[in-house]
């Protein structure tokens, strides 16, 4: 009933705005019947020049001008959709257009809030360049360290969106022209109404609508690139369709928007769309591999993870060129591309160790030491099956080798809870850090109702099909090549068969990129954000000529590819009905009263400690110094984690008071939630502590203790029914 009230009551002012405002001359009825025509004859005109343009300048003809145009076009309108189709879930979800400035910041949980905090910081900053001064020498994340924010966290996107939106915000004043739209909201329950805006002029609707913008012209490149990979208009529907039909399986960005994958998964699919070109072409001009450089560059750099994406892509490509689908002069162009781009990104993230001890950067190096020893290899085993082997042997102990070489040489560790976690997914293996990812269900295994809804769609059984067809022509070729071995043709060989040949190699890459996908997102289910958009773009090859042009001709095969379409639309509409269909409105009133109560009633440099997610929303709405936060990447913040988190465990109380002194600690905010729950059994936090502190396993929680009595170690200042805020008492420290 709260939720329709307030909705109604805004409707009603606009809607009495609207009815206020003076009608804008031309815009009646009779205008725009007198205007049509002429209209009309201007599109025309548009439209024939922009062809004209086309045919001299690519040197195509009236026909391919047309397709090239067409392909654009419904480019264009699958990225509007998806961006109206973003925006209307996140409202719907959110009520994202009645929330004041508060509730916006507090919707940004966990890391999303870190995150956003440094945009803010830049926007607020008297200046641009004091704003990114402040977040490269930042205080105020791992108090009373002073690092870098722009190297740790991968805040590109939030440095380019805060200078536009500075930009912005300074040429809508100067013209005087309305940013926003603000009115006061009645949130009913006794509560003070709040002010609500709407509008670029307001923060957080510029930075999730550009957010949105980006993830709409993500779909446009996914419907180029199933045209192009299928060689047909239809294809590039089909992978925008199966996307929409498997929507919750393939983003979260209408959930998320500041995540890292939000900004950077749409220049994956960019930097593949050019490596394939680059795949397809016998010589790849410069151009092209200047692009598929910068692509790497502006994918790896807002995303710590880029570069685990990245191996799968080289090791795909490093397997198509064992099996002779690619040649070693294009292998080795591609190889020092991303040297170079990981080059350039080490430098733009300021001498950022994590790359460089990778085992993307090894898995470089490895390979091409390989392709350059590829005769010696041939002279040492027998051509065939036996060197196969030994070259990916070599590469697999290679790159493991040069990855523990480069961490011990650079003394980087930051990247070793990585190696944990995959020990944990095939062992019994598990330590503190390790349990801090896994008990989360998106670090966990794959749910088998996950596979179910891609059977539902027929998303699953098409890509089983279509990896089937490929895998089996793949296999005539390996033994053709295994019975009468020949030497490698040249790339620049203009014959029929070598075409043949870099149409092949292309979809071989994409079924072992897609094995590779796949791998990972059984291991960990949130990875399936790049397993489904891939197995969608694959679905695109229902398409092609090459594959299934033995159906007949192509109006046959376009029918058939319909009926599969019309399938998949049966469950496809019943999940896009399901989201539409999400209605909610976002509302903490327990943490906005803590927030409040931190900005009122505690000093400015006052530090904080506790959850990770509550800490960056303490840090984001109060400006308070903090101790710890969610980017658990960095070696040194999880041990400052450890200590903070002790609360949890079964440990004694003065060690704990010992922990948050040593740390320089205020207030530590309690959540007896933290204490309790659990996502499944060994996953509360103080089993998690039992793991790390066998010895005490058996005690009562501290947590639990100090829930019922703080006193004489702390003293509770605030409480509500989730928050209880503790002094930690110390002798008095230096002022920052």
Not at 59 to 73: E, K, Q, Y
Not at 76 to 88: D, I, N, R, S, Y
Request: charged share 20%.
């Amino acid at each position: 009933m709260v939720v329709k009230a307030k909705k109604q009551s805004v409707k009603e002012q606009t809607a009495a705005e609207r009815e206020r405002s003076p009608a804008a001359p031309g815009r009646g009825r009779r205008a725009r019947e007198s205007r049509a025509p002429l209209q009309s004859s201007l599109n025309a005109s548009r439209a024939g020049s922009l062809s004209a343009l086309l045919r001299s300048r690519l040197g195509l003809g009236p026909a391919a001008s047309f397709r090239l145009l067409t392909v654009f076009a419904l480019a264009v309108t699958a990225g509007f959709l998806h961006w109206h189709h973003l925006f209307h879930l996140f409202e719907n979800d959110r009520h994202f257009s009645h929330m004041s400035a508060l509730e916006k910041e507090m919707a940004f949980r966990t890391e999303m809030g870190l995150y956003y905090s440094y945009f803010k910081t830049i926007i607020e900053a008297p200046t641009f360049l004091n704003g990114l001064h402040l977040i490269m020498n930042d205080r105020l994340t791992e108090y009373p360290l002073v690092i870098n924010t722009l190297k740790r966290f991968n805040l590109y996107p939030e440095v380019v969106l805060a200078s536009w939106y500075r930009v912005y915000s300074s040429v809508m004043d100067f013209f005087r022209i309305p940013s926003k739209m603000c009115w006061s909201i009645n949130r009913g329950e006794g509560l003070e109404p709040v002010e609500s805006c709407e509008g670029l002029g307001d923060p957080a609707y510029f930075y999730i609508t550009f957010v949105f913008l980006l993830n709409g012209v993500m779909i446009s490149l996914f419907y180029v690139y199933g045209t192009y990979l299928s060689g047909s208009r239809l294809g590039g529907a089909v992978t925008v369709l199966c996307f929409f039909f498997n929507h919750g399986e393939s983003t979260r960005v209408m959930w998320t928007p500041p995540l890292r994958e939000s900004f950077s998964y749409p220049f994956l699919v960019l930097q593949m769309l050019l490596l394939t070109y680059i795949l397809r072409s016998r010589k790849p001009s410069r151009n092209a591999i200047l692009a598929l450089c910068v692509s790497n560059v502006v994918f790896m750099l807002p995303w710590q993870f880029a570069q685990f994406v990245l191996l799968t892509q080289v090791a795909s490509l490093f397997v198509s060129y064992v099996l002779g689908y690619l040649s070693p002069d294009k292998m080795q162009t591609i190889l020092t591309t991303h040297m170079v781009a990981l080059g350039v990104c080490f430098v733009l993230m300021f001498g950022n160790s994590m790359l460089l001890t990778s085992f993307y950067a090894s898995s470089l190096i490895s390979i091409w030491g390989i392709i350059a020893l590829r005769d010696r290899f041939r002279e040492t085993f027998r051509a065939g099956l036996i060197t196969w082997v030994m070259q990916c042997l070599a590469w697999v102990i290679t790159t493991v080798i040069l990855k523990f070489i480069l961490a011990v040489v650079l003394g980087a560790s930051d990247d070793a809870h990585i190696s944990s976690l995959i020990k944990s997914k095939f062992t019994s293996y598990k330590d503190f850090d390790t349990m801090m990812y896994t008990c989360a269900a998106e670090f966990d295994f794959m749910e088998v109702e996950t596979v179910k809804r891609y059977i539902k769609t027929l998303l699953l059984p098409v890509n089983v099909l279509l990896v089937s067809v490929i895998a089996g022509r793949t296999l005539k070729d390996v033994v053709s090549f295994l019975r009468h071995p020949s030497p490698a043709e040249p790339e620049n060989d203009y014959s029929s068969d070598q075409s043949e040949k870099l149409v092949k190699g292309v979809m071989v890459y994409h079924s072992l990129q897609l094995l590779a996908f796949a791998v990972l997102a059984v291991l960990i289910m949130r990875l399936k954000l790049f397993l489904t958009p891939h197995m969608c773009l694959m679905a695109s090859l229902l398409c092609s000529r090459q594959l299934f042009g033995w159906l007949g001709e192509k109006l046959k095969h376009q029918a058939a590819v319909l009926a599969i379409l019309s399938i998949m639309a049966v469950q496809g509409v019943t999940n896009l009905q399901y989201q539409w269909g999400i209605m909610g409105e976002f509302s903490n009133l327990p943490q906005e009263e803590l927030l409040e109560w931190i900005k009122e009633n505690t000093p400015q440099n006052a530090v904080f400690a506790g959850a990770m997610p509550t800490m960056a929303s303490v840090k984001l709405s109060t400006g308070r110094a903090i101790v710890n936060h969610p980017h658990y990447e960095d070696a040194g913040l999880r041990e400052r984690t450890k200590l903070v988190y002790a609360m949890y465990s079964r440990k004694p109380v003065e060690v704990v008071k010992r922990n948050l002194i040593s740390l320089q600690v205020d207030y530590f905010i309690l959540e007896d939630s933290w204490c309790t729950r659990r996502s499944r059994p060994g996953c509360s936090m103080p089993e998690i502590w039992d793991v790390e502190d066998p010895q005490n396993a058996g005690k009562t929680p501290l947590c639990m203790m100090m829930s019922r009595e703080t006193r004489p170690h702390f003293s509770t200042v605030f409480y509500n029914s989730v928050y209880k805020v503790l002094k930690v008492p110390k002798a008095v420290r230096p002022s920052r």
